[in-house]
């Protein structure tokens, strides 16, 4: 072969070849982090006296794939009050001494079957009413998921 056509092979063979590699075409999906809900009916659906301890128990829910990353979120719950009926607290009518219990935030690992749970101790001097129990899953800085709830607070007998 004369080089004119060694060299035009070449220059055909060499953008071919580096085509072959190993890497995969066209794009690979990402494996979404787990997911983190609250609250179970039992955490939220019986009164609760003051001094006692509300349990907010998170739900995970894992990708089915494998090769998930964990996530780097906060599960933050807080309990704020007091109103004076359920209507109030929907309208969001400042009641005078609006006291706010918040629970230390959890940074769970994204395992799979992890139990993570948030605990807020309702003050023993707390008044008997209703409290918006707010639970929020922060990533990045950011609110990705948010709910609330109510929960209410009976005197003692």
């Known amino acids: 072969m004369n080089s004119p056509r060694l060299r035009l092979l070449s220059c055909l063979a060499v953008p071919l070849l580096a085509a072959c590699g190993t890497e995969p075409s066209g794009t ?5 982090p787990p997911a983190y809900t609250c ?3 039992l955490d939220v659906d019986r009164p609760y006296q003051p001094g006692q301890t509300l349990t907010v128990q998170w739900t995970v829910k ?8 964990s996530p780097q979120v906060e599960l933050t719950a807080r309990l704020t009050g007091l109103y004076g ?5 929907k309208a969001a009518s400042a009641a005078p001494g609006l006291v706010t219990f918040t629970a ?3 940074r769970p690992s994204g395992t799979p079957g992890e139990r993570s749970a948030s605990t807020i101790v309702i003050g023993p001097a707390a008044k008997p009413g209703f409290y918006d129990l707010v639970t929020s899953v922060i990533g990045d800085g950011n609110t990705t998921a948010s709910g609330s709830s109510i929960i209410q607070v009976a005197p003692k007998p």
Request: glycine fraction near 4%; proline fraction near 17%.
């Open 39 to 41: 609250c179970q009916d």
């Open 28 to 32: 690979v999906a990402e494996v979404p």
């Open 62 to 69: 894992s990708p089915d794939e494998p090769g998930s990353t």
């Open 104 to 106: 230390t935030p959890v």
């Open 85 to 89: 009926t359920v209507d109030d607290l």
